[in-house]
């Protein structure tokens, strides 16, 4: 990890200590609220991927996972939040023209929304669908039937339920009315977004794999049973030691200054894989009370799981994976 690299993580540690650590459980319960929004556009995290002429900051693959990796340790839905703007709707945008739009969400003047699921074609319509991003916009960004990506412009009503993880996006089953809509890409540009920001995705998973265990190793210090601490007995010990081990050598990849494709797909399999089994133990090891909000450590369980949806298509990207190391094609038998 280089000067900078490291000057970075300790910056953006220093903003989640007085932005995010003491409304950690709200934005759970809340949503990201919008002091949150303008603190992370005021740093610059907002187009820090972005090359300046685009209003970005024009921070290197590094330094930018370093934003996502440090504050996933204290929301994974604040880190999403940031990469999906950076890493889906920002590049979107601006590759099919839409400058101005892009600099308004740069600038805080408007929110776009990102669906996960396909909306139908057409104007003056009301639909529903699963909607991964989270908050009254005029904008939303959505698959189309004809496996294009649409620009709708509309209005969505609120559903009032909770989503298994993510909860600081609000993502539920909501309705959109449809105003306007505009193909902006196509399928293969949404493909082509997600292995390229594989080494970002891989920062997330990391980021709340290591808020896990520094919340376990701390529980377990101060939890006794039998009259010891539970870090005394060597099942706990040695499990967390190994999986804080496991943690940092693939941190120690992730904030290297190779950008190779390829070992990027690598990285985010071996992440995606390790934050289910981190945060799993980061709860047993809180036994009861992990499961409850206050704790704070469930919430990277859920988020482990839900992001190892939404990013990780196992699938996909280990087909592509393989076919990168074979040269050619493979694994469709």
């Known amino acids: 990890m280089n000067d900078q690299v490291q000057m970075l993580l300790d ?14 459980l709200n934005i759970e319960r809340n949503r990201i609220p919008d002091q949150i929004f303008s603190a992370l556009r005021e740093q610059g995290f907002i187009g820090a991927n972005l090359p ?11 330094s930018y996972d370093a934003i996502l990796f440090q504050i996933a340790e204290y929301s994974p839905s604040v880190a999403y939040y940031v ?3 950076n890493s889906i709707i920002l590049p979107l945008l601006l590759k099919a023209g839409k400058k ?8 805080g003047k408007e929110r776009v929304g990102l669906s996960a699921g396909n909306i139908l074609e057409g104007v003056g319509i009301k639909t529903t669908f699963q909607e991964t991003a989270i908050f009254p916009s005029n904008f939303m960004i959505s698959a189309g039937s004809d496996g294009s990506i649409a620009l709708l412009k509309g209005t969505f009503e609120e559903s009032g339920r909770k989503s298994l993880g993510l909860r600081g996006l ?3 089953i909501r309705s959109f009315s449809v105003e306007k809509t505009e193909k902006i890409g196509r399928k293969e540009d949404m493909e082509k977004i997600f292995v390229d920001s ?6 997330i998973f990391l980021g709340l794999s290591q808020g896990a265990i520094e919340k376990a190793v701390e529980y377990t210090k101060v939890r006794k049973t039998f009259n010891f601490p539970l870090k005394d007995y060597s099942p706990v010990a040695f499990r967390l030691s190994e999986l804080k081990s496991d943690l940092e ?14 070992k990027g797909l690598m990285l985010k399999t071996r992440a995606a894989d390790f934050s289910r089994k981190a945060t799993k133990y980061a709860l047993q090891y809180h036994g009861g009370y992990g499961y409850l909000e206050d704790f704070g450590v469930e919430k990277f369980y859920r988020d482990s799981v839900a992001l190892n949806a939404v990013m990780f298509r196992t699938d996909v990207d280990r087909r592509i994976l393989a076919e990168s190391i074979y040269k050619s094609k493979t694994g469709y038998l």
């Open 198 to 203: 594989s080494w970002e995705q891989a920062a």
């Open 100 to 107: 101005e739009l892009a600099a308004d969400i740069i600038s």
């Open 11 to 24: 910056n953006v540690k220093q903003f989640c200590e007085q932005n995010i650590r003491d409304i950690a």
């Open 83 to 85: 990469y999906m703007n």
């Open 170 to 172: 609000g993502i539920g």
């Open 249 to 262: 050598m693939m941190k120690f990849y992730l904030f290297s200054e190779d950008g190779d494709r390829e």
């Open 52 to 62: 300046s002429s685009s209003g970005g900051a024009d921070l290197d693959r590094a």
